[in-house]
């Protein structure tokens, strides 16, 4: 579950950064403090395996950089995030920093989980949209399917649903190819 804090002042990228190092993910949406839980094994196991596909496809190749969670992407000073993938086409290089990715990204990805569910589809989407990420793609590693979206005039259309079975692709960056059933193969059976 995901743990808010509001407050009358919204905070900034000043009080973000003086957050502790604690193991846990933080994120500043609209100056509100938002403290995430640590993701499942499940959620782990796809990222990692769409990451690598996506690193052979487009970093391996020079096209973009993908970076995980937790890389933070500073949309603003009162909005700051971590998706669980960010892809950086490597013409947009000059976005990436020490602190991390200054401005939107070309494709952030959230994977959901039933704890934050509403604020990937929801709360998130709005952000990234009203932000200008181009791209944003919600993973459901539940269900086996990837929902892409395309920003159009500070909002989202959805453009494609992928399956278990299909091949992602993306219009931001054409030169990926995913076969889904590498990312959402069965996982050995728990212990």
């Not at 952000?127 to 500070?154: C, F, M, N, T």
Request: charge should be negative; hydrophobic fraction near 40%; aromatic fraction near 8%.
């Amino acid at each position: 579950m995901v743990t808010r804090f509001h407050s009358d002042v919204p905070l900034t990228y000043r009080e973000y950064a003086c957050l502790p190092n604690d193991g846990r993910r933080y994120e500043l949406i609209e100056g509100d403090l938002h403290v995430l839980p640590a993701p499942s094994t499940l959620h782990q196991r796809v990222s990692r395996r769409l990451q690598f596909l996506l690193m052979q496809q487009l970093e391996e190749r020079g096209i973009a950089e993908i970076f995980n969670a937790p890389t933070d992407v500073i949309l603003s000073e009162s909005n700051i995030v971590q998706p669980d993938l960010i892809l950086v086409r490597m013409s947009r290089e000059g976005a990436v920093s020490q602190r991390g990715i200054e401005g939107a990204p070309n494709v952030a990805v959230e994977i959901v989980s039933p704890s934050n569910r509403s604020d990937d589809e929801l709360l998130k989407k709005a952000l990234y949209a009203k932000w200008g990420i181009p791209e944003y793609w919600v993973v459901d590693p539940e269900h086996a399917q990837i929902s892409v979206y395309r920003a159009e005039g500070g909002a989202y259309r959805h453009v494609a649903r992928f399956d278990r079975a299909s091949i992602l692709n993306s219009i931001e960056f054409p030169e990926v190819s995913v076969p889904l059933e590498k990312v959402f193969a069965p996982f050995p059976s728990s212990r």
